[in-house]
């Protein structure tokens, strides 16, 4: 009997460029949404897309009227990663066979959190405030050294040697970045240096998974 194993690589590439564009696409949406003042991609936290608060908090002005968009795109990105994940992690050996997939799955569910629990006054007054947090640094970590870890694993993947170094490269920026750049650039910014840098790899990798002859990984190297 033939390996499934070509069958799950059909769908690895798309799931991971479904997953990147529902997250840019709602977010372009959401922000458009804001009703009460435009929403900056510079200042503002990734997360207040996703918030059902209106009003003032901590000198932000908050008011996302899709915000059930954002966060339902939180939530499907999260799957789709974790899904292609489990399909690339069936394509490797040793320590990368388990750990593409954990890294694919800690990112669903610090997804489902960030979704789950915005940032806002509720946060404090019901002591949540800790699994916004593990959502937000979670996603940041587990995404970043998914990419990083996939790119060690180019051999194994059949993936070119420059989406290999690029994947470690988008993987490292993201990681370096938040401890690097919070609190003397924009917060929004520095989100989403770290938020971007693992979509790039999602994205660029979900591409060339499509384009590899038959939709197939290509052969297992060591």
């Given at each position: 009997?033939?390996?499934p194993?070509?069958?799950?690589?059909?769908?690895?590439?798309?799931?991971?460029?479904?997953?990147?564009?529902?997250?840019?696409?709602?977010?372009?949406?959401?922000a458009?949404?804001?009703?009460?003042?435009?929403?900056?991609?510079?200042?503002?936290?990734?997360?207040?897309?996703?918030s059902?608060?209106?009003?003032?908090?901590?000198?932000?002005l908050?008011?996302?009227?899709?915000?059930?968009?954002?966060?339902?795109?939180?939530?499907?990105?999260?799957?789709?990663?974790?899904?292609?994940?489990?399909?690339?992690?069936?394509?490797?050996?040793?320590?990368?066979?388990?750990?593409?997939?954990?890294?694919?799955?800690?990112?669903?569910?610090?997804?489902?959190?960030?979704?789950?629990?915005?940032?806002?006054?509720?946060?404090?007054?019901?002591?949540?405030?800790?699994?916004?947090?593990?959502?937000a640094?979670?996603?940041?970590?587990?995404?970043?050294?998914?990419?990083?870890?996939?790119?060690?694993?180019?051999?194994?993947?059949?993936?070119?040697?420059?989406?290999?170094?690029?994947?470690?490269?988008?993987?490292?920026?993201?990681?370096?970045?938040?401890?690097?750049?919070?609190?003397?650039?924009?917060?929004?910014?520095?989100?989403?240096?770290?938020?971007?840098?693992?979509?790039?790899?999602?994205?660029?990798?979900?591409?060339?998974?499509?384009?590899?002859?038959?939709?197939?990984?290509?052969?297992?190297?060591?």
């Amino acid at each position: 009997m033939a390996s499934p194993t070509p069958v799950v690589a059909r769908w690895a590439g798309p799931a991971l460029i479904a997953a990147v564009l529902v997250d840019l696409i709602a977010e372009a949406v959401v922000a458009a949404a804001w009703d009460r003042r435009p929403y900056s991609y510079l200042d503002d936290y990734v997360n207040f897309l996703g918030s059902p608060f209106t009003g003032e908090w901590r000198g932000y002005l908050i008011s996302s009227p899709l915000w059930w968009l954002m966060s339902i795109a939180w939530i499907v990105s999260g799957v789709l990663l974790a899904a292609a994940s489990v399909a690339l992690g069936r394509r490797l050996t040793g320590w990368r066979r388990r750990t593409v997939p954990a890294l694919g799955s800690a990112q669903a569910i610090a997804l489902v959190l960030f979704a789950v629990f915005p940032l806002g006054p509720a946060r404090f007054d019901d002591g949540t405030l800790v699994l916004y947090l593990i959502g937000a640094f979670l996603s940041i970590i587990a995404g970043n050294a998914l990419a990083i870890v996939t790119g060690l694993s180019g051999g194994q993947l059949g993936l070119p040697r420059w989406l290999a170094v690029t994947s470690v490269a988008a993987g490292a920026v993201g990681l370096i970045n938040i401890p690097v750049t919070y609190g003397w650039v924009p917060t929004g910014l520095a989100e989403r240096i770290s938020l971007y840098s693992y979509l790039c790899w999602a994205l660029i990798t979900g591409i060339a998974l499509i384009h590899t002859q038959h939709g197939a990984l290509g052969p297992k190297s060591a």
